[in-house]
């Protein structure tokens, strides 16, 4: 595959190095002249010095036969716009980018970007999964179809130890699929299962139904 | 001076013949081994291994014309013919794999901007160059 | 009060004028020149910068808001009142920056106007092409330039 990455900083540059280890043909677009000449030392002819988001930069480089779009630049909106760039004018069919704020995930993917990365999202999640009070975890997405697979830990004292799944008020977008009772002991829920403290529940949902399935499971 | 490995980077001006001939007389006594390239550059537009057909018969040519001239001063030369993103790090790699002791390139004056001008291959080869490195200057009355 | 703004007050209270509610992302020159001439027949304006010290271009008499925020971000464009915003303009330095602002104003906000400086040719003509109002000063300008050179002895 050909590989362009906006943005030659460190995020950039290890991104360049692991993908050509892969076998892949790399390309980085950075501005500063003294980064450009630390990467073409270190990794060979793999980077042009220039603006990405300038369609003079990315013609010259041969966006159009692109096969994916990568742009790691500290800056949201350069992020933006270059990957914009990528795929109204040269119609790259897969444009990825990176964002500081995690709020610009939801609106790069309005304005058409195909894979918003932020960094400060992944580093929470992974806190979520690590700390173990957490009242739920977020386990998968699944993007295009609006779903996620989420966790919920059944505390000691919730009110919702000893009903019955059926008596749940479970939202109608949530599905259990999963009960994780003792070690190497997965249930497979059904409508008179019984919750117990220390249960651990797999279920699938909408990010909007998220609230209502965790009090459902959890008590208030 | 004297040389053993001398690497000869061609691009078809008249200082690339002088070049050569210097090459020839600098080794000769040693019956050294000499290469010459040229570097066929691929715009990041193409593929790596596109092959763009005029610049190959030119670069082909280009070394044909050199190989003869080697052969005037009684010499057998290696010529290879390589295909890059960008020459002055070609040149330097290939000095590099070749063991050569001697980079050899005629340059010819330019102006650049109203200022002269070695151009970017040069300046990189002298920098990074794992050897000697002579540069030809042909003289063009003007 | 300037005589100007009194005669527009007067027009709107006549009800033959209607009073725009506009964000301007940027107080450079541009920015707080729109402003002002804004501000002065009578229209709500709310100016955004993210450097204080800009403000200073701002006329004494300014009758607006003046607002220190990101464009770029939803929380300060909310606090400029962009959900009632009948128009938003994007005037800062950075051609990015103007036209993340000014996408987010028109796809996440729905601001029925929405304006956006770019001075690079190139992109503004993309973005022109997908659906924002676009200007470049750099194009503009050099055209103004060519047409007088042509024209005037």
Redesign the interface.
């Known amino acids: 595959m050909y590989i362009i990455i906006i943005g030659g900083g460190k995020v950039g540059y290890y991104l360049a190095r692991a993908l050509l280890d892969e076998g892949h043909e790399i390309l980085v677009v950075e501005k500063d002249p003294d980064r450009n000449e630390f990467i073409c030392g270190e990794l060979g002819s793999v980077c042009v010095r220039g603006d990405g ?4 930069t990315l013609t010259e480089v041969g966006t159009g036969r692109a096969d994916m779009f990568i742009a790691v630049t500290g ?4 992020n ?2 270059a990957c ?2 990528a795929k ?2 040269f119609n790259v069919p897969q444009t990825i980018a990176r964002t500081s ?1 995690p ?1 610009n995930e939801t ?1 790069f993917k ?2 058409g970007i195909d894979v918003t990365v932020s960094s400060t999202n992944i580093i929470l999640e992974h806190i979520e999964k690590e700390v173990p009070t957490h009242p739920m975890t977020h386990l998968l997405d699944i993007k295009d179809k609006g779903l996620e697979i989420v966790e919920v830990k059944i505390p000691p004292n919730a009110t919702t130890i000893g009903k019955a799944v059926k008596e749940l008020k479970l939202p109608k977008e949530s599905v259990l699929s999963l009960i994780i009772r003792s070690r190497k002991k997965p249930i497979v829920p059904t409508a008179s299962t019984v919750l117990q403290a220390e249960d651990q529940i797999i279920a699938v949902t909408t990010p909007e139904s998220e609230e209502a399935l965790r009090t459902a499971l959890r008590g208030s | 001076m004297e040389f053993n490995k001398i690497l000869v980077p061609v691009t078809g001006t008249p200082a690339d013949d002088e070049a050569m001939r210097l090459a020839c007389r600098l080794t000769k006594k040693n019956k050294g081994k000499i290469w010459a390239v040229y570097v066929v550059t691929v715009k990041r537009s193409l593929p790596l291994d596109a092959e763009i057909e005029p610049e190959i018969k030119k670069a082909e040519n280009i070394l044909d014309r050199i190989a003869i001239v080697a052969e005037e001063e009684d010499y057998e030369i290696e010529t290879d013919l390589l295909q890059a993103r960008e020459v002055g790090p070609t040149i330097v790699d290939e000095a590099v794999e070749r063991e050569a002791d001697l980079i050899l390139m005629g340059v010819i004056y330019k102006r650049r901007f109203g200022q002269f001008s070695l151009g970017n291959v040069v300046p990189y080869v002298l920098k990074n160059a794992p050897c000697q490195v002579i540069l030809y200057h042909q003289y063009t009355p003007r | 009060m300037p005589p100007a703004r009194l005669y527009y007050i007067i027009n709107i209270l006549l009800g033959e004028f209607a009073i725009m509610k506009v964000v301007i992302m940027g107080c450079g020159r541009v920015g707080a020149r729109l402003a002002g001439l804004l501000d002065i027949e009578g229209h709500s304006v709310t100016i955004l910068d993210t450097d204080a010290y800009s403000f200073r271009r701002l006329a004494p008499e300014f009758g607006g808001t003046a607002l220190m925020g990101n464009g ?3 929380e300060s464009l909310k606090k400029a009142g962009i959900e009632e915003a009948d128009a938003f303009v994007a005037l800062t330095q ?4 103007n ?2 602002a000014a ?2 104003a028109k ?2 906000f729905n601001v029925p106007r929405v304006l956006c400086r770019i001075y ?1 040719p ?2 503004r003509e ?1 973005y022109n ?2 659906g924002i109002e676009t200007f470049s000063p750099t194009t503009i300008f050099a055209q103004m330039l060519k047409e007088k050179l042509e024209v005037e002895e």
């Open positions: 988001c300038e369609v003079a800056d949201d909106e350069d933006l716009v914009q760039v109204h004018k704020n709020k609106i309005t304005l | 770029v971000e939803e950075g051609d990015n920056r036209v993340m996408q987010i796809h996440i690079d190139l992109r993309l092409t997908l």
